[in-house]
């Protein structure tokens, strides 16, 4: 990445901690009972519903995705990311071809210290063709595929398969835990989904206490299925007292996040927790996390079932793709203010009193 550009370093309350906490409480949970106990079912639902209360992140062993493939992508994205920058940069992504590599991401307006490869699940993926509310066209992204690895397509393809099945596992225990159906997401999911796969590559870095491989952030999308090497990096913002501690690798373990769709869903009783990617000085990190995410006509909105008179609405209704596609606009250049959040669609408390208020005069 060449000399340390000015656009690389944090503001100084952003920078990293030279001696970080490692966030040891960060729930580990064997999900072996969905396969073979399934009279433990009740505890998994239980343990997945307080870790996603209490820290919007866990961690899962023995998941059901073959560790065989996850070294396969996990090989084919090192052998990628070990080519010069002129080959890489052959399936550049730009304003047109929105998915591929790319070097000179910004997050809260700071370049991140990596560069990456996008895939989408679905290949062409569906999505509006403009931010505009009043157009209904639809246009298509296509994935790009480089010429080396040969293999890497088709590799990407099979390690997809594996973490969607991973994802509705997943999606179900959450709904269940909610008191839903075990299926109740299933319908955003059904048919032309938005989900995609990152190979992330994070460069030794000489001012590791001044730059974030990825600043902090939430994560837009529904659920966000991680692996990472051992090398680590991974931040979490803890709930409980706002600190910034780091998640150590576990082996052959997913690291899975709550995002702001499951958060307005949920009408804010599981939250999308802010986290954040530091650098090593010394050693390059790969990671690979899975972008869960509804199809693009999806109405996002808190769930009927988990709102009431006492408990309404906290946010307005908003289209997902419509939302995806203002936000990737921002990939291509660098924004004056923050891009949009799930926070603009956020119902004010005094107007959500004032609807309680109104709701109780109605009712005497």
């Known amino acids: 990445m060449g000399e340390v550009d000015p656009a690389f370093i944090q ?3 952003h920078r990293p901690k030279l001696s970080p906490i490692e966030a040891e409480g ?7 009972p969905l396969t073979n106990s ?44 070990a080519q010069r920058s002129e080959e890489k940069r052959k399936v550049r992504r730009d304003a ?6 790319y070097d000179t991401e910004h997050t809260k307006n700071v370049r991140d210290w990596k560069e990456v490869f996008d895939f989408s699940v679905e290949d062409p993926t569906l999505i509006p063709a403009s931010t505009d509310p009043d157009d209904n066209e639809v246009s298509k992204w296509y994935n790009q595929w480089p010429e080396y690895p040969s293999d890497l397509r088709e590799i990407c393809e099979e390690y997809a398969k594996e973490t969607q099945k991973l994802a509705y596992k ?18 955003f999911f059904k048919d032309h989904q938005t989900s995609f796969i990152r190979l992330n590559h994070y460069p030794p870095c000489p001012v590791p206490h001044l730059a974030l491989g990825v600043g902090r952030h939430k994560d837009t999308i529904a659920l966000t299925i991680l692996a ?9 913002k803890r709930k ?44 390059e990190r790969f990671s690979i996390p899975c972008f869960f995410s509804p199809a693009h006509y999806t109405m996002v909105k808190p769930l009927e079932e ?3 008179e006492k408990n309404p609405a906290r946010y307005r209704a908003y289209n997902w793709g419509k939302f995806l596609v203002t936000r990737k606009g921002s990939n291509f250049r660098k924004l004056n203010v923050e891009n949009i959040q799930i926070y603009h669609f956020k119902i004010p408390d005094s107007e959500l009193a004032d609807r309680f208020e109104e709701t109780l005069s109605i009712n005497k």
Do not use: M
């Open 170 to 187: 997943l999606l179900e225990l959450i709904a269940l835990s909610l008191g839903l159906p075990a299926d109740r997401f299933y319908g």
């Open 38 to 81: 399934p009279d433990a079912i009740e505890g998994l639902v239980s343990e997945i519903g307080e870790a996603c209360k209490n820290w919007g992140f866990f961690q899962v062993i023995n998941h059901g995705v073959p560790l065989e493939q996850r070294k396969k992508i996990e090989d084919a994205s090192r052998r990628f990311f």
């Open 228 to 236: 990472q090497d051992d090398v680590g990096g991974l931040e979490v």
């Open 306 to 308: 988990l709102t009431s």
């Open 26 to 32: 960060i729930p580990l949970i064997d999900l072996s």
């Open 96 to 101: 047109v071809k929105v998915i591929g590599y």
């Open 11 to 13: 503001d100084a309350e």
């Open 240 to 283: 409980s007292d706002g600190e910034w501690i780091r998640v150590k690798p576990t082996p052959n373990a997913y690291i899975i996040n709550v995002g702001d769709i499951i958060q307005v869903w949920t009408n804010d009783r599981y939250e999308s927790v802010e986290h954040r990617v530091i650098v090593n000085p010394e050693k």
